[in-house]
T-cell receptor, first 115, second 113 residues
């Protein structure tokens, strides 16, 4: 158990819908990262927050948004869903603002299926 | 932006043999290179990392080498065991302004008993 909690574990929805994925980082970790894992794309970096502020941005679509709340949990909002958004969405956390200061602790992921 | 290429995409070895996975990166300023292992249906976990001021790092049966001139780094697993079977991801990061940890596309390693 990494200490990172993601909900829901599985989610099935239809095209055009909106979903929210939730992540609680390890106790004491201030950084939260979101990654998308699809079969042919590996782990794609979406966005990182540190202590409530956006720290780094990757290939996150405009239809997607995220935020980190004062209690440090984070939410990833996916809207106007398309079939291609079906993937496993990982949240990871670390204590430091920079990803080179140690391990990123990944959650178990949220598997999104868009029908 | 940073791009990380990883080869091979699949690798099958006999138990006891060695396995080598190679990655190349595009940003010459990258200075941190971790490797993550993802077992089937599980989350990625860090197994080893190397920084740009070091050419090689070893931890028991796994080692990582870094060639900054050629911009490539490799994971070496010796005396492979069935429990080494997993997907391995390399990653690269240039700390500072971008702070984006970019992963390769992964290598599925199958160790045949």
């Amino acid at each position: 158990d990494s200490g990172v909690t993601q909900t829901p574990k599985h989610l099935i929805t239809a095209t055009g819908q909106r979903v929210t994925l939730r992540c609680s980082p390890r106790s004491g970790d201030l950084s939260v990262y979101w990654y998308q894992q699809s079969l042919d794309q590996g782990l794609q970096f979406l966005i990182q927050y540190y202590n409530g502020e956006e720290r780094a941005k990757g290939n996150i679509l405009e239809r997607f948004s995220a935020q980190q709340f004062p209690d440090l949990h984070s939410e990833l909002n996916l809207s106007s869903l398309e079939l291609g958004d079906s993937a496993l969405y990982f949240c990871a956390s670390s204590v430091a603002p920079d990803a080179n200061t140690g391990e990123l602790f990944f959650g178990e992921g949220s598997r999104l299926t868009v029908l | 932006g940073e791009n990380v290429e990883q080869h091979p995409s699949t690798l099958s070895v006999q138990e006891g043999d060695s396995a080598v996975i190679k990655c190349t990166y595009s940003d010459s300023a990258s200075n941190y290179f971790p490797w993550y292992k993802q077992e089937l249906g599980k989350r990625p976990q860090l197994i080893i990392d190397i920084r740009s001021n070091v050419g090689e790092k070893k931890d028991q049966r796994i080692a990582v080498t870094l060639n900054k001139t050629a911009k490539h780094f490799s994971l070496h697993i010796t005396e492979t065991q069935p429990e080494d079977s997993a997907v391995y991801f390399c990653a690269a990061l240039r700390s500072g302004a971008t702070n984006k940890l970019i992963f390769g596309t992964g290598t599925l390693l199958a160790v045949q008993p």
